[in-house]
């Protein structure tokens, strides 16, 4: 079983900034990917960025320049970094992880119960 628990939303003015945290615990062999989606009311969830165990980063590109994605190997736990944040950010921010529960190479998705990011204009 894996646990991720995110913490860091809230509101916030346009302009400002918030940092989200994703703690992930449970009896696992090793993450691979970690990352954040969002989804936004009426709209379809979509990658905001994304961090390879060896630190390769991937960003949708509304959020290039402004979100920073991060990972602390040693805690389990990844970290969106946003700034200059725009009423358009405003969603329902999931982590995400790709597991590996043994040594074996298959990976396993695993969400967190999201957090709400609300940037007011």
């Known amino acids: 079983q894996v646990h991720l628990v995110e913490s860091g939303g809230g509101l916030v003015q346009a302009g400002g900034s918030l940092r989200l945290s994703c703690a992930a615990s449970?009896?696992?062999?090793?993450?691979?990917?970690m990352g954040w989606y969002r989804q936004a009311p009426g709209k379809q969830r979509e990658l905001v960025a994304i961090?390879?165990?060896?630190?390769?980063?991937n960003y949708v590109d509304s959020v290039k320049g402004r979100f920073t994605v991060s990972r602390d190997n040693a805690k389990n736990t990844c970290y969106l970094q946003m700034n200059t944040l725009e009423p358009e950010d405003t969603a329902v921010y999931y982590c995400?992880?790709?597991?590996?529960?043994?040594?074996?190479?298959?990976?396993?998705?695993?969400w967190g119960q999201g957090t709400q990011v609300t940037v007011s204009s």
């Open positions: 995400y992880a790709g597991v590996r529960m043994t040594v074996l190479p298959a990976t396993w998705n695993h």
């Open positions: 449970g009896n696992f062999y090793a993450i691979n990917r």
């Open positions: 961090i390879t165990s060896g630190d390769n980063t």
